[in-house]
T-cell receptor
Framework: AQSVTQLDSQVPVFEEAPVELRCNYSSSVSVYLFWYVQYPNQGLQLLLKYLSGSTLVESINGFEAEFNKSQTSFHLRKPSVHISDTAEYFCAVTQRGGATNKLIFGTGTLLAVQP | ETGVTQTPRHLVMGMTNKKSLKCEQHLGHNAMYWYKQSAKKPLELMFVYSLEERVENNSVPSRFSPECPNSSHLFLHLHTLQPEDSALYLC????????????FGQGTRLTVV
C-alpha cells in the first residue's frame, strides 16, 4: 500500500518570492511520483512527474521537483512565484509497472500568492 | 478544455432520489476512473475501468454504481445517498499503464440534502 503526506495545508507567499511545497510518501513497492495542480473550479492538471532517470524534473512554467529516495520525498519548488500560481497542489504516487494509473493523493497544499 | 467532460457540473439531490453522473472523453484513452474529493481529505479513488472492464472497486458503498458502456463514456449512478456523500466527484481518463498522465474533468459538485 502507498500513502502520501503533504504537511502544509496552506502556504502563503508574496509574489516573486521562492516557495517549496513538501511531499513525503510511503510505499512497500517502487512508485512513480506526480504533482497535479487544481485551479479554482477546475479539474486537476498534471504539473510534472518522475518516472526514472534524473531525479530533478521540471515543468514548463518554472516549477521543479526533486525525487529523494532516501528521504522518500518529492518536494515541489519554484524560485519566483506569480499571482497566477495561486492554486491547490496535489502530490500523488502510483505503483510502478501497474496496468492502470491508480493515483494515491495527498491532502493538497493551497498556494496563496499575495501581491 | 482538458478533453474530459463531466455533466452536470452541479447537482442537488434528496436522499431518496436516483441520479446519474456522466463522464465523456474523446482522447482515445482506454482507462477511466472515478474519484471523490472531499474537503480536507485526500482524493479517494472509487472505481477504475480498463478496456471497459471494472478492475478496481475500493470498498465503495453499493449506493454508488458505476457503468462503462464503451471506452469513451463512464457513468456513476447514485441512489439513496447520505449527506456525507456530498463532495466533488471527478472523472479521469488515461492510457493503460501507471506511467501515463491522467486527464481530469472539471467535476460534478454533488450536494445531498
Amino acid at each position: 500500500a502507498q500513502s502520501v503526506t503533504q504537511l502544509d495545508s496552506q502556504v502563503p507567499v508574496f509574489e516573486e518570492a521562492p516557495v517549496e511545497l513538501r511531499c513525503n510518501y510511503s510505499s512497500s513497492v517502487s512508485v512513480y511520483l506526480f504533482w497535479y495542480v487544481q485551479y479554482p473550479n477546475q479539474g486537476l492538471q498534471l504539473l510534472l512527474k518522475y518516472l526514472s532517470g534524473s531525479t530533478l524534473v521540471e515543468s514548463i512554467n518554472g516549477f521543479e521537483a526533486e525525487f529523494n529516495k532516501s528521504q522518500t520525498s518529492f518536494h515541489l519548488r519554484k524560485p519566483s512565484v506569480h499571482i497566477s500560481d495561486t492554486a491547490e497542489y496535489f502530490c500523488a504516487v502510483t505503483q510502478r509497472g501497474g496496468a492502470t494509473n491508480k493515483l494515491i493523493f495527498g491532502t493538497g497544499t493551497l498556494l496563496a500568492v499575495q501581491p | 478544455e482538458t478533453g474530459v467532460t463531466q455533466t452536470p457540473r452541479h447537482l442537488v439531490m434528496g436522499m431518496t432520489n436516483k441520479k446519474s453522473l456522466k463522464c465523456e472523453q474523446h482522447l482515445g484513452h482506454n482507462a477511466m476512473y472515478w474519484y471523490k474529493q472531499s474537503a480536507k481529505k485526500p482524493l479517494e479513488l472509487m472505481f477504475v475501468y480498463s478496456l471497459e472492464e471494472r478492475v478496481e472497486n475500493n470498498s465503495v458503498p453499493s449506493r454508488f454504481s458505476p457503468e462503462c458502456p464503451n471506452s469513451s463514456h463512464l457513468f456513476l449512478h447514485l441512489h439513496t445517498l447520505q449527506p456525507e456523500d456530498s463532495a466533488l466527484y471527478l472523472c479521469a481518463s488515461s492510457r493503460t499503464g501507471s506511467d501515463t498522465e491522467a486527464f481530469f474533468g472539471q467535476g460534478t459538485r454533488l450536494t445531498v440534502v
